[in-house]
């Protein structure tokens, strides 16, 4: 039970993203009484980001986090299209783009990532775009309704998984990446191999290790400019090159930050000042069995980072930690992938590639560590509870679909 000073505490939400209207949503369940105020910069409703790269071209893409009528039902003050420009860390006040001062006693920041920006000649052009926010799928939803001939920068999942509508819809789609592989930063060469083969299968056309100088075009992209002078033809431009945390604000007010960005937390969401935590894709978070902390951008865990900063506001018990993973639909995959992909692991595979059903186990000394699975929910349910209990298995029977899985592990 919260003590009746915590649940009477004035909380102010800088972002209305996943992780803040979650966060608003769990406070209230939890008997939370006092005075909650959201304030997000942008002017849509709260709005879903998985779908805008996977049902922009005809699914729904407003797909509101909460109906509009839950914040009023709520008593949630919900501020759109205010911007918070500081943060008065001693008066325990924030101002606003409005010229409003609101002051806190409990101030939480959720505002989340940025699309990382591509300095290169002609990035202003007309065609050329970013995909992070539901106005940016709605400009991508017209391009590929043109039939527009896209370019896209950047073979990471955003990047894969707007390929793979493109090519549904009988587009055609160019992924550029200056890494070896696809998906480097974020899968296992394996399952990188994996993709590629059913993305070029599918028609899309995929060049890895080159590197993208520029774009070129009168008023409007028509090439795409490569180091040593190579040009692509295109009508449109998606740059999809990775997300940068919006810490900014949480620089200017001295809270420790991480080396490579990320406001720096906790296991329940406290930054560096008492009386500011921090949620969601903004954060450097600490997870189980990794020394450094990491930035997750994943609505799994701004969720759990919600359920932490409920029970550090409510000063109740904090829910136990867990196992980090994420989703990405192409084609008719559903990838599910939990824990910390890294280098040097063993790969166990189960299942065939082929047929659209396999799981990639990673282990350390036996130990499930990551797993990486398609249409496997069986195979992805066993990794994230393995790799959560630190659980050995046998290698090859955990490779052999004629062993059940109980049966693999030792
Ligand atoms: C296209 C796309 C597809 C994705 N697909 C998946 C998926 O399949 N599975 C998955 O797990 N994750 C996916 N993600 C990641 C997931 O959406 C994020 O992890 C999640 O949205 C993070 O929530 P957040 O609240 O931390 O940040 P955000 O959702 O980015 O919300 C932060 C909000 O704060 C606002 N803000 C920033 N600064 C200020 C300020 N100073 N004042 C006021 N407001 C401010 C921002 O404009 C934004 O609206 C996807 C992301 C994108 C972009």
């Keep these: 039970m919260p003590t009746e000073s915590a649940a009477r505490s004035r909380v102010v939400v800088v972002g209305a993203g996943h992780a803040a209207i979650t966060l608003a949503g769990l406070l209230r369940q939890a008997g939370h009484v006092g005075e909650i105020v959201m304030m997000g910069d942008e002017l849509d409703h709260p709005y879903q980001r998985p779908p805008l790269s996977k049902k922009f071209s005809d699914g729904n893409l407003e797909q509101w986090l909460r109906p509009p009528e839950f914040y009023g039902e709520q008593d949630i003050t919900l501020r759109l299209g205010e911007r918070v420009l500081t943060i008065d860390v001693p008066r325990q006040h924030i101002a606003t783009s409005s010229g409003d001062e609101h002051p806190y006693d409990v101030l939480v920041l959720a505002t989340g990532a940025r699309s990382r920006p591509l300095p290169v000649p002609g990035i202003e052009l007309s065609g050329v ?204 995959l559903k990838l599910k992938i939990a824990g910390i992909v890294r280098p040097g692991s063993e790969i166990v595979l189960r299942g065939t590639p082929a047929s659209g059903r396999f799981a990639l186990f990673h282990l350390h000394d036996d130990v499930v560590v990551a797993v990486e699975s398609a249409n496997a929910s069986p195979e992805f349910m066993a990794g994230k509870r393995w790799i959560g209990s630190g659980s050995r298995v046998d290698p090859k029977r955990l490779a052999d679909p004629g062993v059940a899985l109980r049966d693999a592990e030792v």
Aim: aromatic share 4%.
């Design 129 to 332: 775009g970013h995909l992070r926010t539901l106005e940016d799928a709605r400009v991508l939803r017209k391009w590929v309704a043109d039939g527009r001939r896209l370019v896209i920068v950047g073979g990471g999942y955003i990047g894969l998984e707007v390929a793979a509508v493109v090519r549904a819809r009988g587009g055609e789609a160019t992924v550029l990446e200056r890494e070896e592989r696809v998906l480097a930063r974020v899968a296992s060469a394996d399952l990188s191999a994996i993709m590629s083969d059913r993305h070029t299968t599918e028609g899309t056309s995929i060049r890895t290790g080159v590197h993208v100088t520029g774009f070129e075009g009168a008023g409007c992209v028509s090439r795409t400019v490569l180091a040593g002078g190579a040009r692509i033809d295109c009508d449109a431009v998606l740059v999809g090159v990775g997300a940068v945390p919006n810490d900014d604000l949480a620089v200017e007010a001295g809270l420790d930050v991480a080396p490579g960005g990320g406001v720096l937390v906790d296991g329940v969401c406290r930054t560096s000042v008492p009386s500011i935590l921090a949620i969601g894709d903004v954060t450097s978070r600490p997870l189980p069995g990794l020394a450094a902390t990491r930035r997750l951008e994943s609505i799994p865990s701004a969720t759990e980072q919600a359920r932490q900063a409920v029970a550090a506001i409510l000063a109740t018990e904090p829910p136990p930690p867990e196992t980090p993973w994420f989703w990405s639909d192409q084609f008719d």
